[in-house]
DNA sequence: GACCTATATTCCTTCGATCGCATACAGGTT
DNA sequence: AACCTGTATGCGATCGAAGGAATATAGGTC
């Protein structure tokens, strides 16, 4: 990911958000979406993008898919990812999205889906 | 500034340019287009998109406009301006400009301005 | 196989960003 | 005042990004 992708990934409010919790570990879709407050749509769309531009990764997880920071980031998203995480903390939405996140029940995907026997997600 | 208007003024590849040579120290409109290589109003709308978003101010020096990074940046603007600058020692692009503006006569604005004397800057 | 859940994709609309041309404007020089 | 230089702005065209509704897909459960 060179410098230009990079600001064109962060420069989306959904995206910026997505990201940021990201930084805290893999995701589920649903969870991201109850995390954020969008549609699906929307939440798939940006994860979308931000896949095809190479700063996040996906896996299967039976009907899941569990979203992460790319695995082999470049010098520069490692760089900047820092710079973000930084300037996360002052920051009272991503504050607020990651206390969402805390109260999540984390049992569901990916560890429930191990566990086997969950029926609903979110 | 906050941080999705310091990606989103970052997410172009020209006013990355910009803000790349900026770092160097202030400079007018035709120096930027000279190192850019872009036409006029193309440097002057990027310029003034950053001055709208906080990015940069603008000061008068007889007929040149002298831009620069902006006086009191936030500690988001300063960390990812410091992020920036990191990464551009990496990038071809951001280097090969340097290696232009070092060659420009710089004796002309805003120095030259100030002795007075010069008919044309570019 | 019918149904549910999680997620992606298609289609369409809307909105904003970028660009170039032409022109305006402001200060300096003659 | 006429003219030049440096820079900004208005207008119109184009292009892509973002959003939503509806639908497709794929795996799981009964």
Same mark, same amino acid.
């Given at each position: 990911m060179d410098l230009i992708n990079i600001y064109e990934c962060l420069c989306d409010r959904t995206r910026l958000r997505i990201v940021n919790l990201l930084q805290q570990g893999p995701l589920c879709v649903c969870h991201l979406q109850a995390v954020l407050g969008e549609p699906q749509v929307k939440v798939s769309k940006h994860l979308g993008y931000l896949k095809n531009h190479g700063m996040v990764s996906v896996s299967r997880e039976g009907n899941w898919r569990i979203y992460r920071i790319a695995a082999k980031p470049t010098p520069a998203l490692t760089a900047n990812l820092a710079c973000l995480q930084d300037c996360a903390t002052e920051n009272p939405i991503f504050q607020r999205d990651l206390a969402r996140l805390r109260k /999540?029940? /984390?049992?569901?995907a990916p560890v429930a889906a191990k566990r086997g026997s969950t029926k609903r997600c979110c």
């Open positions: /999540l029940d /984390l049992t569901c």
